[in-house]
């Protein structure tokens, strides 16, 4: 079964920056659509970026758009969430999740469109 592990998590004053990395075992990796979900304190798993197999087509929640970029390299399995203005609003734990058989242009915003996830890592942006 194929895992994937979150790293990067932190905690940081707003303003700052942190770059959330997902390494993902086996070689699936590059046919899968990747995602990253949240769970803020008290709050529902909420929708966060998207990105394609390929990694050439994205989509961001309203909320980030314009602070966060996800990327995926194919060649290491890993998946990238680059987090720029972190707001406290941003904390939360993150999640990755992997559409494991995607085609080309397939996006997924909804969680149950993915098929495995990570265990999450915690941001913490304090004002």
């Known amino acids: 079964q194929v895992q994937l592990v979150e790293s990067g998590g932190g905690s940081v004053q707003a303003g700052e920056s942190l770059r959330l990395s997902c390494t993902a075992s086996g070689s699936a990796f590059k046919r899968a659509a990747m995602g990253w979900f949240r769970r803020a304190p008290g709050k529902e798993r909420e929708f966060v970026a998207a990105i394609n197999r390929s990694g050439g087509m994205t989509s961001y929640a309203d909320s980030v758009k314009g602070r966060f970029t996800i990327s995926k390299d194919n060649s290491k399995n890993i998946l990238y969430l680059e987090m720029n203005g972190l707001k406290p609003e941003d904390t939360g734990i993150y999640y990755c999740?992997?559409?494991?058989?995607?085609?080309?242009?397939?996006?997924?915003?909804?969680?149950?469109?993915?098929?495995?996830w990570g265990q999450g890592t915690q941001v913490t942006v304090s004002s």
């Open positions: 999740a992997a559409d494991w058989n995607a085609i080309l242009s397939t996006i997924r915003l909804s969680a149950p469109e993915y098929d495995d």
